[in-house]
């Protein structure tokens, strides 16, 4: 009879996929800012193939959720939610909002640790994107329809 895969499993495959998409669009890239996304992609999709087998071998042996299955719910969540705010929002202020409120909730910073971690992450994340490898960071859907409905 087929079990449910654990929350473990389920992170896995979704790692893959990220990483599948992240290659996928490093190929779009012009040759020489593909270097970044190929290299971090490949090497991400290897490691996380090697996770999803390592994680259906140790499923087969547990019954109950562990700690370990509940963590991997809640990381599963911070992705959505930094997917979410960078689709929504835009590349730079859904990183910002996501690092600090990860800083704030997960790492348990205070408000003003939260923010200056953003704020001194965010620039990097300009500076090595838009200036260094001459990508543009997407904008954001919330961007496109307040400019379109604006004009």
Not at 25 to 33: K, P, Q
Not at 92 to 105: D, N
């Amino acid at each position: 009879m087929l079990k449910m895969p654990s929350a473990r499993v389920i992170v896995s495959l979704v790692f893959c996929l990220f990483f599948l998409v992240l290659i996928g669009f490093g190929l779009t890239y012009s040759w020489g800012a593909r270097f970044a996304p190929l290299a971090v992609g490949t090497g991400g999709l290897i490691l996380s193939l090697a996770q999803v087998v390592s994680e259906v071998r140790a499923d087969d042996a547990r019954d109950a959720p562990t700690e370990q299955d509940r963590r991997a719910v809640r990381l599963m969540a911070w992705l959505v939610g930094l997917v979410t705010l960078a689709l929504t929002t835009g590349i730079l202020p859904g990183s910002f909002v996501f690092i600090a409120a990860y800083a704030r909730m997960a790492m348990r910073r205070t408000w003003a640790g939260s923010f200056a971690v953003a704020t001194a992450t965010v620039p990097i994340i300009y500076f090595f994107f838009e200036i260094l490898l001459g990508l543009d960071l997407f904008d954001g859907w919330l961007a496109a329809y307040l400019v379109s409905n604006a004009l």
